[in-house]
């Protein structure tokens, strides 16, 4: 049971971050953006205020790559950094109103690719999906428990 249920998760982590599903996801949404930018963009818009050693954790990249990358991405007029309001010392990634009009774009466009994808499922059955989606997500996001 649970080595199926790895493998399933494997697959999907392996599905999700193929280079060429990033590259037609943008194509779509009509953006010309660096590949390795887009996850950080798309997650500063999602969780932002967020300081880049936080970010780095979340995209498992090391935060001085991240910190050249958001720099890029505030250079281009999608994000821009801000000190933190709790602390200074800590410099935040905020989402633009061009990185919002950005991910607005490719949230449609994974729409127009989930919707393809999901097109022969009964919606009872994607509900599902999704409830049991989330429950897994916050399942994985709380403590982990040690067995005694």
């Known amino acids: 049971m649970l080595p199926e249920l790895h493998r399933a998760l494997m697959d999907i982590a392996s599905l999700?971050?193929?280079?060429e599903r990033d590259a037609q996801l943008l194509e779509i949404a009509g953006l010309t953006l660096e590949r390795a930018l887009f996850p950080l963009l798309v997650t500063v818009e999602r969780r932002g205020p967020i300081g880049v050693v936080e970010l780095a954790d979340g995209v498992g990249r090391d935060y001085t790559t991240v910190s050249r990358q958001i720099a890029r991405l505030e250079e281009i007029g999608l994000v821009e950094r801000r000190a933190s309001p709790s602390d200074k010392r800590v410099?935040?990634?905020v989402i633009t109103t061009k990185g919002k009009a950005a991910t607005d774009a490719v949230d449609a466009?994974?729409?127009k690719m989930v919707l393809s994808l999901f097109k022969d499922w009964k919606r009872d059955d994607?509900?599902?999906?999704?409830?049991l989606m989330?429950?897994?997500a916050d399942s994985m996001s709380a403590e982990p428990t040690r067995s005694e």
């Open 134 to 136: 989330k429950l897994l």
């Open 109 to 111: 466009a994974r729409e």
């Open 91 to 93: 410099r935040e990634a």
């Open 126 to 131: 994607f509900d599902e999906l999704i409830r």
């Open 16 to 19: 999700m971050n193929r280079p």
